[in-house]
């Protein structure tokens, strides 16, 4: 699990223009897309919101991506996967299905992956 106040600023500067006032985060985790540029991933009482950090050119020049915003109302399943490699490194695959799509959080470390699964899942049940 990661602090919010610790994520770059940029990435706390999205995630604040994307909530609510009333919106609260209950759960911020990690995901590795590469080795230099991981997903955040930010579970509100609201919605899943993944943003990453994109580099132009060089190291020097960045911008923050909102990758997907998925309110829990649109969201159908969730499921957790783990694959040969996921299992030898103690990660996971988080499967996130929505109606025609599914977004994929890959290579998040499997004890932050079962929490993020279980927080998603109840909030799809209330």
Do not use: W
Request: with cysteine; proline share 2%; glycine share 2%.
């Amino acid at each position: 699990m990661v602090d919010f106040n610790s994520l770059p600023s940029r990435i706390q500067q999205i995630a604040k223009a994307e909530f609510q006032a009333d919106e609260q985060i209950c759960l911020c985790v990690l995901g590795r897309s590469s080795l230099l540029q991981p997903d955040f991933v930010l579970i509100t009482n609201r919605r899943v919101l993944i943003l990453d950090e994109k580099y132009m050119g060089s190291l020097a020049v960045s911008y923050a991506n909102v990758r997907c915003n998925l309110p829990f109302s649109e969201i159908n399943t969730v499921n957790l996967a783990r694959y040969l490699k996921h299992r030898i490194l103690g990660q996971a695959r988080l499967e996130i299905n929505v109606k025609r799509n599914m977004y994929c959080i890959d290579n998040m470390s499997y004890r932050e992956a079962r929490r993020a699964h279980t927080l998603i899942a109840q909030q799809i049940q209330n």
